[in-house]
């Protein structure tokens, strides 16, 4: 007689990330909106990249989903927030010590689309333009949709043009004559121009 049994194996226990202040809601949509940097000082202060500098996410009590491969989410929650230059020093409950700051070191922070703070009406996020239709300028005929947006230095719309081609074109480029105005549309200037070659 065979034994079929299926042996066990231990594996590693993932350490979490410190600091966690709650459970995460598994249906949130979570919107990235800046990167954790490196300890500053030795009481748990750390340094921060940020997306949006004005934006009113950066403030005591706003929890945030931080991440780092290899490593399961934790919710962060702010104690406090100084925008200095050239980056912006943050603290983090429960965080008060420089070892246990430098375990959150390049973690992305994120922030549940839900709790997003609401926009004026000629204002938009980024994130909203995933989906969006292309419109050419001097046709104003669909050429293509938002697929993605790269994470690059200058931010690069990924557009998927009815062609089968692909085009990439930086969020700030002249190309573009309108985002934002209308919700789910973009306008761009001479699209094959940016065509990925």
Do not use: C
């Given at each position: 007689?065979?034994d079929?049994?299926?042996?066990?194996?231990?594996?590693?226990?993932?350490?979490?990330l410190?600091?966690?202040?709650?459970?995460?809601?598994?249906?949130?949509?979570?919107i990235?909106?800046?990167?954790?940097?490196?300890?500053?000082?030795?009481?748990?202060?750390?340094?921060?990249?940020?997306?949006?500098?004005?934006?009113?996410?950066?403030?005591?009590?706003?929890?945030?989903?931080?991440?780092?491969?290899?490593?399961?989410?934790?919710?962060?929650?702010?104690?406090?927030?100084?925008?200095?230059?050239p980056?912006?020093?943050?603290?983090?409950?429960?965080?008060?010590?420089?070892?246990?700051?430098?375990?959150?070191t390049?973690?992305?922070?994120?922030m549940?689309?839900?709790?997003?703070?609401?926009?004026?009406?000629?204002?938009?996020?980024?994130h909203?333009?995933?989906?969006?239709?292309?419109?050419?300028?001097?046709?104003?005929k669909?050429?293509?949709?938002?697929?993605?947006?790269?994470?690059t230095?200058?931010?690069?719309?990924?557009?998927?043009?009815?062609?089968?081609?692909?085009?990439?074109?930086?969020?700030?480029?002249?190309?573009?004559?309108?985002?934002?105005?209308?919700?789910g549309?973009?306008?761009?200037?001479?699209?094959?121009d940016?065509?990925d070659?």
């Amino acid at each position: 007689m065979t034994d079929n049994t299926i042996p066990k194996i231990d594996l590693p226990k993932l350490e979490p990330l410190p600091g966690s202040v709650g459970k995460m809601d598994p249906d949130a949509v979570w919107i990235e909106v800046g990167k954790v940097g490196r300890p500053h000082g030795l009481k748990g202060e750390i340094r921060l990249q940020v997306y949006n500098l004005d934006s009113d996410v950066w403030a005591p009590g706003q929890r945030l989903r931080a991440w780092l491969p290899g490593k399961p989410a934790v919710l962060l929650e702010i104690a406090s927030f100084r925008d200095i230059l050239p980056m912006p020093l943050a603290t983090f409950v429960g965080i008060d010590d420089r070892d246990v700051a430098a375990k959150l070191t390049h973690a992305v922070l994120a922030m549940d689309e839900q709790e997003l703070p609401e926009t004026d009406d000629d204002e938009f996020y980024v994130h909203e333009l995933i989906g969006a239709t292309v419109l050419d300028d001097a046709t104003r005929k669909p050429v293509g949709v938002v697929r993605a947006l790269l994470e690059t230095p200058s931010d690069v719309l990924e557009i998927s043009l009815n062609s089968g081609a692909a085009a990439m074109i930086p969020v700030n480029a002249d190309a573009i004559t309108e985002m934002g105005r209308q919700k789910g549309i973009l306008v761009v200037r001479d699209i094959d121009d940016w065509k990925d070659r």
